[in-house]
């Protein structure tokens, strides 16, 4: 069966920065869990960092690529360096993609580790622009298809593409 990465914090796991979960009450999400699926990891919480801890965002252009290539750097909104610990959360991530065989990924929107279409631009000022975090471009760059839990129903059209072309063995 497929399995499929999820953002621990979409599980219900109160691993946000902030000390709380982003709970996704979904019926595909759901389904997807009760056939056993789902396979969650918190990128930030893997990579040391600890529960509530400050917000970081990815400063300078590029977003989670720049970050994996060494021209960005992911800083709290103090100025504390945490690039380190969020680029061995996204390897941790990766490994747990791969020993479940994974090749797709539900994560959370607009985190610097997880978000796939649109992050915070590194002004600690709200605002968002397209770029991917730092997980996500990783896990993109292994091959493993990265959706927001706003796209649901696009990840379970790849999943079924996934099935019924590229069956894992
Ligand atoms: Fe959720 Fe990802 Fe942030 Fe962890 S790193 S709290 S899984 S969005």
């Known amino acids: 069966m497929e399995k499929i990465l999820v953002s621990g914090c979409l599980m219900g796991q109160r691993v946000r920065y902030d000390g709380r979960d982003k709970l996704r009450d979904d019926e595909l999400l759901n389904r997807w869990r009760a056939e056993g699926r789902l ?96 997980t996500t471009a990783l896990l993109e760059r292994h091959g493993i298809r990265v959706f927001s839990e706003t796209a649901l129903s696009e990840a379970a059209a790849y999943l079924h593409r996934l099935e019924t072309a590229h069956p894992t063995p």
């Open 39 to 134: 396979v969650s990891c918190c990128p930030e919480v893997g990579g040391g960092l600890p529960v509530p801890r400050r917000p970081a965002e990815i400063t300078g252009a590029g977003g989670g690529p720049a970050v994996l290539d060494g021209t960005a750097r992911v800083l709290t909104d103090t100025g504390e360096d945490v690039t380190d610990a969020f680029l061995l959360g996204a390897h941790r991530a990766l490994e747990t993609a791969r020993q479940a065989n994974a090749r797709l990924a539900v994560l959370k929107e607009s985190s610097p580790s997880c978000g796939s279409t649109r992050i915070y631009d590194g002004a600690f000022t709200g605002h968002l622009s397209p770029g991917t975090g730092v």
